[in-house]
């Protein structure tokens, strides 16, 4: 194990409670903390920085209607982005338990996304019209998978590498320094001294180069070996959904989880009541008001999650609700269109949207196992991953008769989350 810098101690001291805590580590990992937390912190801020330039609700939106790919393949992008990354968890899961070190799992996952960012940057300088848009579908996908594989490795060598109660400061802190790279991608778009197709499509090789660095990054963590536990086969990974009858808090956190998806899926629904389409103007503007939610709420919500977890889903689930409402509100009195309505809406439906990531990561890494953290992790995404299809599904079968129905359905829901969020168990203690 290596030695840490002045830097890495004092960085570790200001930004947790309680750093002289072993934070239910081993020894090993306990001295070699404040470097892990500095290297998690830049390998996490690099990785939101690239979601941020390759934001499938706005930047991809925006691209794909720019090359003329067509609704039918543009309303593809958010369900093949949210549910490719969740739906594989359960059965990579088995293989990331197999590692001795599941930090490369990770590396190699980030390095993946970095490389299907720069072929959707290429895609979108060579192709046009339909096909542009089913090759960028595809690198997005891929992007997807990739994606599943950092979110079903990370939990765990989060778990290992950094102690309770000082989890939710490291990833609340690297989503504030990612979202603070994306507000100078809004203030571009906005100032634009450059055409916006080529910001756009420079972010996205940008996003590329960044993941690709974060893998490196990430592949330098101190991680003590643990024992390889056996990979499981195709029946085994699907017998852990029995994790759901034998632990009923398991249970009743997925179902929470489930209804406050709506602060993912709402963004495309508040565009069509804003009358707005993919208008260039609004593109910067929007951009800008969902990396200003990032910056402003994602340290809050993760130092509050590291008090209690099953507030911070209570509170998104609220904030999500008050949110939509408004924007139903505004709706109905006409002023939906005016410049500026919508974005301010989107503002709070974003932070509510990163009060619900940093609760459920930081709830479920707190509720479960150290054995099983994987396992659990798997089960809640798979679930979560098929309602967000069928969620899709749904809204979009509900906007035929206008999208005022959907938002008020994804606010209804985000309500009763957070009433399921209140009957949860405190883990964070």
């Known amino acids: 194990m290596s030695h840490h810098s002045d830097f890495e101690d004092q960085l570790f ?73 969740l739906l594989p968890q359960l059965f990579t899961a088995g293989a990331i338990g197999a590692l001795p070190r599941r ?4 590396a190699v996952g980030s390095v993946v996304q970095g490389l299907a960012a720069l072929a959707i940057a290429a895609i979108a300088l060579t192709m046009q019209g339909a096909a542009a848009g089913v090759a960028i579908i595809a690198a997005l996908a891929v992007l997807a998978l990739a994606r599943s594989v950092c979110s079903a490795s990370y939990k765990d060598v989060l778990g290992k590498t950094v102690g309770k109660s000082r989890r939710g400061a490291a990833t609340g802190f690297a989503s504030s320094v990612g979202a603070a790279g994306v507000i100078v991608f809004a203030g571009l778009l906005l100032w634009q001294p450059l055409d916006r197709a080529v910001l756009v499509i420079g ?26 536990e056996e990979v499981l086969s195709l029946s085994q990974s699907l017998g852990q959904l029995r994790l759901l009858r034998q632990d009923g808090q398991l249970a009743r956190f997925i179902i929470a989880r489930s209804l406050l998806v709506g602060s993912a899926l709402a963004p495309p629904y508040l565009l069509v009541l804003a009358a707005a389409g993919e208008g260039d103007q609004q593109l910067g503007l929007l951009v800008l008001a969902s990396a200003l939610a990032s910056l402003l709420s994602s340290w809050v919500w993760g130092r509050m999650s590291d008090r209690s977890a099953r507030r911070v889903l209570i509170w998104s689930g609220v904030a999500g609700a008050v949110a939509l409402v408004l924007a139903l509100v505004l709706a109905a009195m006409g002023l939906a ?7 301010v809406v989107l503002f709070g439906l974003m932070i509510a949207y990163h009060g619900v990531r940093q609760g459920r990561t930081t709830y479920l890494v707190d509720m479960a196992p150290d054995d099983q953290r994987a396992a659990y992790t ?13 969620a899709g599904a749904a809204s979009a079968g509900l906007a035929v008769l206008g999208a005022a129905w959907a938002v008020a359905a994804f606010a209804v829901a985000s309500a009763m989350g ?8 405190e883990v964070s203690e």
């Not at 972010?203 to 390889?228: C, K, N, S």
């Not at 269109?337 to 974005?343: D, L, P």
Request: hydrophobic share 55%; no cysteine.
């Open 337 to 343: 269109q005016a410049t500026g309505a919508i974005a």
């Open 203 to 228: 972010a996205v090789a940008l996003a590329g180069v960044v993941w690709i660095a974060a893998g490196a990054v990430f592949a330098t963590l101190d991680e003590e070996a643990q024992p390889r």
């Open 13 to 85: 001291e200001r930004l947790v409670d309680d750093p002289d805590s072993d934070g239910g580590l081993s020894d090993g990992q306990h001295q070699v903390e404040p470097r892990n937390f500095l290297r998690y912190i830049i390998s996490l801020a690099a990785s939101k920085l690239g979601d941020g330039l390759v934001d499938a609700k706005l930047v991809l939106s925006w691209l794909l209607t720019h090359l003329g790919a067509g609704a039918g393949v543009i309303g593809l992008l958010v369900p093949v982005r949210e549910a490719g990354s």
């Open 418 to 425: 957070a009433w399921v969020a209140w009957g949860l168990d």
């Open 103 to 106: 930090k490369w799992a990770w």
């Open 378 to 390: 798997a089960v809640s995404n798979l679930v979560v991953g098929i309602v967000l299809l069928v």
